[in-house]
Nanobody, 125 residues
Framework: QVQLVESGGGLVQAGGSLRLSCAAS????????MAWFRQAPGKEREFVAH????????YYTDSVKGRFTISRDNAKNTLYLQMNSLKPEDTAVYYC??????????????????WGQGTQDTVSS
């Protein structure tokens, strides 16, 4: 059974930093692409960042480019999201997701087949 468990969320002031982790189990971590999504109150879940299975390519939504960095440690079966220069509009529940995707492009949202339970990040102004 595939499990994704996020951690590292919390309350931070605007301009601060947080580092999220996503521990994966139940499948060969290095064989799957990974991503972070987020959902703010009253809004739909949105894509944040994607990383290929090797870690060689990454993709970001425009609003986080230059501030967030997605990375992975395949030896530790763990995905990360380093978030710097946080803004109040970054407040959301952050989810990690995995996709059986072997290409350097980004899959569709419905092609991510397992999701974590989410971790709350709150950025105060």
């Amino acid at each position: 059974q595939v499990q994704l468990v996020e951690s590292g969320g919390g309350l931070v002031q605007a301009g601060g930093s947080l580092r999220l982790s996503c521990a994966a189990s139940g499948r060969t971590f290095s064989s799957y692409a990974m991503a972070w999504f987020r959902q703010a109150p009253g809004k739909e879940r949105e894509f944040v960042a994607h990383i290929t299975k090797s870690g060689g390519m990454t993709y970001y939504t425009d609003s986080v480019k230059g501030r967030f960095t997605i990375s992975r440690d395949n030896a530790k079966n763990t995905l990360y999201l380093q978030m710097n220069s946080l803004k109040p509009e970054d407040t959301a529940v952050y989810y990690c997701a995995t996709a059986p995707w072997a290409y350097n492009s980004r899959p569709r949202r419905d092609q991510y087949d397992y999701w974590g339970q989410g971790t709350q990040d709150t950025v105060s102004s």
